[in-house]
């Protein structure tokens, strides 16, 4: 092969990096917003006083974004593996949000402790996510296009999960499915993050996961009215 077709072969490749990251940037700012709007609506059909509750959940959300984005200035190595990571544990937590706050309500628990608690935790996954993406975009990308394209994309999946939770997710599907759903786009993104580890130790493991994870959320989507039906006694 020539200096020439090897170069194109690498800026086809490269490219194609580009665009997968992209798209998985796109699917986390989606889910990051929806969460933040599904964690400020339990909250408020829960307890009542929506203007109040839900102003409290979007900053306490906020703030764990800047915390979390923060924290990925020690993450010095495999950052691909890592947002991986971030993107699981966000595909779990975020996809079991709406179920475990329902069951915390149903049973008499402690509402508001979970709530912030998942809260926060979502809000700093969900903040490392962006500055990560972004690293692994400057592999492929000049500097200044990651930025421009990072927070284009950021905005775009932003818009987009509002209108798709307000318009389609809460009516459509609830409280409950909505938020395992997004819990099926993180894992998605994540499979597509661990595509681009080229062999790295433990990828085939991590795209096994986000698959298993997947899978696991569409299957409590299956049976998430007849739960809501036998807890619907106890709201």
Known sequence: MTQDAERSATSGAGRGESAAALAALLMVATAGLAYELALGASESLLLGDPVVHFALVIGTYMTALGAGAWATGWIRERV?????????????????????????FAWGGPFKVALYGWTITLGVLVGAQLPLMMRILKKTERFEEVVAKSFAVDYAGAL??????????????GLVRATLLLGVLDAAAAWFVARLERGAAGAAARRAAAIAIAVVLVLLMLIARRIEASWEPML
């Open 80 to 104: 691909e593996a890592w947002c991986v990571y971030a993107l699981l544990a966000t595909a779990v937590l975020g996809g079991t949000s709406g179920l475990g706050l329902l069951a915390t």
């Open 160 to 173: 987009l999960g509002s209108l798709a939770f307000s318009l389609w997710m809460m009516p459509r599907l």
